[in-house]
Each structure stands twice: as C-alpha cells, then as structure tokens.
C-alpha cells in the first residue's frame, strides 16, 4: 500500500514560479517510478512529468524545460518545481506512483498503469 500527500500548491501570476512536493508512505520508495499529472476543468488527466529510481526522467512537451521532476530516496519524497508558469498550467496537479521493479519493468506515462495517487494539489495561473 502507497499512501502520497501532495502540498505546495497555490495560485501564481503568469511566468511565475511554484513548486509543489509529495510525501510516499511505503517502505520500498526505490521499487516505485513517480509521476506528477495534471487534470484541468473539462479535460482528462494528462503526464507533466515522470521520473525513475535511477532519476531518468520524461516531460511532456507543454512542460519542458520549464519544470523540472526530482525525487529523494532518503526522505521518500517528489518534488516539482515549476517556472514562467503560464495560465494554460492551471490545474490540479496530482502525485502517482507505479510499482516499476523487477525484469522487464519500465516507466510509463500512462495515468492507468498508476495504481496509487494523492489527493491533488491546485495550481492557478493567472495573466
């Protein structure tokens, strides 16, 4: 069982910066890849960002080079950090995990292949 807790979020004007974190109560963090997704008003939940234990990571398009996905196996945390934000960022922001250990184990991007998720954290960007 994987419990996460998301925090951090908030509202920012447009090009401003925020960071959100997540906290993962499990016992074996490193077997996990972790992921930040994102859900605005009227729209599926969609990737920002995955990352794996050995912290290679892939970003969306609509996001790279502009937030950066890091985590710590010391303190079982994610973290995101999120810059020139834009109003089309606006969302709740949402952190999962995906048991990815083992032969033949890969991140994935996919919203189904992650089976636990926090409660989500709201971003709002305003122009």
């Known amino acids: 069982q994987v419990q996460l807790v998301e925090s951090g979020g908030g509202s920012v004007q447009a090009v401003g910066s925020l960071r959100l974190s997540c906290v993962a109560s499990?016992?074996?963090?490193?077997?996990?890849?972790m992921g930040w997704f994102r859900q605005a008003p009227g729209k599926e939940r969609e990737v920002v960002a995955v990352?794996?234990?050995?912290?290679?990571?892939i970003y969306a398009d609509a996001v790279n080079e502009r937030f950066t996905i890091s985590r710590d196996g010391a303190k079982n945390t994610l973290s995101l950090q999120m810059g020139s934000l834009k109003p089309e960022d606006t969302a709740v922001y949402y952190c999962?995990?995906?048991?990815?250990w083992g032969p033949g184990a890969t991140m994935t991007r996919a919203v189904a292949d992650h089976g636990y998720w926090g409660q989500g954290t709201q971003v709002t960007v305003s122009s």
């Open positions: 999962a995990a995906d048991y990815c």
């Open positions: 499990v016992s074996d963090y490193s077997s996990y890849c």
């Open positions: 990352i794996d234990s050995d912290g290679k990571t």
